[in-house]
Each structure stands twice: as C-alpha cells, then as structure tokens.
C-alpha cells in the first residue's frame, strides 16, 4: 500500500474530484435515501448515436419495460473483424448512483469497443436503496439470458457470443463477480462466459483493514461512504459480511461454480478498497481458478474514467491483452 497521503494528479482533475465528492455526498440522506431531483441536475445523460460517434455507433434495447431494465450497445465501426469478442458492462457508483447513459460510463464504454476492439453491452441495471438486493444481480443475470437468446431485432452480426467477458468498475466489478457465479454452472444455448474483469471492484466486510483505515482522506470512497452504500444495498438485519459483500467470508460458502472463468483484477494504491480487492484475488487462487491481479500505485479509486491519466491506457491494454490470452485455443 502507497504511504504517502494523495496521488500526483492535475489540479483541475482535482478540483473536479472534490466537487463530485461534495455533491455524491449531498444525495445521499441521513435516513438512507437518495436525492433523486439533486443527482439528476449533475448526472448527465448521453443520447444513443445510430450514426457513429468517434467511430462508434449505440443503441439501446430493451430487456423489461415492468423494472426499466436495458442495456446500451457500443459497436465500432473501423474494425476489420467479421466477429468480436463481447463484454457486458456493469456500470459502478456505490450500486446507488449513475446509470448505462451517465455520460462518464457512456464515454469508457465507447473507447473500450474502439480501443480493444469488442461489442459492449453496458447494462442498465436497478438501484439502491429503492430496489436492494438481489435485484441488481437478477438484472444482469437476467440480460446474459436475454442476449443469449439473440432473437431481438437489431443484433449486431459483428457480436461474437462464444466470447464473453463480465466486466465492471467499483459496484459494477461486485456485480460482474456474482453474475458470473450464477452463469457458471448455467447452460446457454450459445453464450460463453470466459472471463471476468473487475476494475477496483467493490467488496468489503466487517473487519476494517489496513489500506480502509489509513486511506482516510481519500477521493471519492472513504469508509463513511463505502458503510453507506452497503447499508443501502443489503438486506435488512444483515452485516458486511454478507457474501455479497464478503465473497470468502465466515458467511459463505465461497462456492464459485465448475466453469467460473479467468478473472483479471485491477487495484490502485490509493483506493481504500484495494485489501479488499487483493484478499479476492487470493481467494479466487485458493480455490483453485485462474487470475491475475494488476496494481497502479498512484492511481485513486475511479481513475478509469480520465482518459488523461496514463494509468487509464495501461489498464485497457492490459484488458486487450487479458481477452486475447483468453480467447486463444486452450
């Protein structure tokens, strides 16, 4: 873990930390809820482009009107490849905040299909604390079920099912994991799961760990917010260590499932979660399966969104990379 108190970053990439910190803090009430009208004035949307955009075109299909639940696809248009690999997206922000068209995810998603290339499929899924868990977790369970069944009008022909990947930042990388549990012992007709990604994926537990408890100043996730969030999500008269929470906890079976794929983990020195993300990735090893575990000493919770930081092109190189290795024959 780094020891010194904040990563070097520029002043204005600062400020705008700061700002955003202040007003995720703000929605979020004492009693548990959110300011719903307050997020909404800062959390900017992004329309679907038919017509490419920085040479990706998106649109938006619908899984289930009854729940809101869809998803927005990023298709590259410069690619040669008559097939691409696949990734569904899970979108973080504390299970709470944002959503598929949140312009910050709208903007990672486009230059994930562009750069690695592949078709993303960035999945809308339900929010705490109006709908806590499972929900989230049935959503994107849920849309795997629906993509593999690909009889919806406008399924991209370039889409390459038998190569998917379950991919999330923060929240997002919480739910990429249990979906992932749920669809390793499931038979799809065509669909393969054949690898996880989870970008400083957010998992926790009672016990407070070093990097939770000398990090405390840290941008956007402190312990303060993180023991909100999960308060939020988690069912009435649990704790922390919850296997949602806790995924090889005193609570769980840490039973993953016979085809639970490669998984690539992604830390940061200055994340307060990065233990937590560590103990994962041990966790996944004892139990057998394969994964990798990659740490970018100067980078804070959240660093995948600025393009700007260079830690943000080495983490989608190392995810090209990732998809390749797992793509090959074995």
Request: charge should be neutral.
């Amino acid at each position: 873990m780094t020891t010194t108190s904040a990563p070097q970053l520029p002043c204005k990439l600062r400020f705008l930390l700061f700002i955003l910190s202040i007003l995720l803090d703000a929605a979020r009430r004492p009693n548990g809820t959110v300011n719903r009208r307050l997020m909404s004035l800062f959390d900017f949307k992004a329309s679907p482009s038919p017509k490419p955009t920085n040479r990706v075109k998106t649109s938006d299909v619908m899984v289930d009107h009854s729940r809101n639940l869809w998803f927005r696809f990023y298709i590259p248009t410069t690619t040669d490849a008559a097939k691409l690999p696949v990734i569904i997206y899970f979108h973080g922000g504390g299970f709470v905040f944002f959503s598929a068209n949140s312009k910050p995810y709208d903007d990672l998603c486009k230059r994930l299909a562009l750069e690695l290339p592949a078709v993303v499929i960035s999945v809308n899924y339900r929010l705490a604390p109006e709908h806590p868990y499972p929900a989230q977790y049935d959503d994107g369970f849920d849309v795997l079920k629906f993509v593999d069944a690909t009889n919806f009008e406008g399924f991209p022909s370039e889409l390459d099912i038998s190569r998917c990947f379950l991919a999330g930042d923060s929240a997002g990388g919480n739910v990429a994991h249990h979906v992932a549990v749920k669809a390793s012992d499931h038979e799809f007709s065509k669909m393969k799961v054949i690898g996880v990604i989870g970008i400083q994926p957010f998992f926790g537990g009672e016990e407070r760990t070093e990097s939770e408890t000398k990090l405390t100043k840290a941008l956007l996730i402190t312990l303060k917010r993180t023991d909100w969030y999960w308060k939020a999500l988690l069912p009435e008269g649990t704790d922390r260590d919850h296997p949602v929470v806790h995924v090889f906890g005193p609570q769980s079976d840490g039973v993953l499932g016979k085809k639970f794929p490669a998984t690539i983990v992604f830390m940061g020195g200055f994340d307060p979660l990065q233990d937590w993300q560590k103990r994962y990735y041990e966790g996944l090893k004892k139990a057998g399966k394969e994964a990798y575990l990659v740490e970018y000493p100067n980078s804070f919770h959240g660093f995948y969104c600025f393009p700007e930081l260079k830690e943000s092109s080495l983490l989608i190189e190392e995810v090209k990379d990732f998809i390749e290795k797992q793509s090959a024959p074995h």
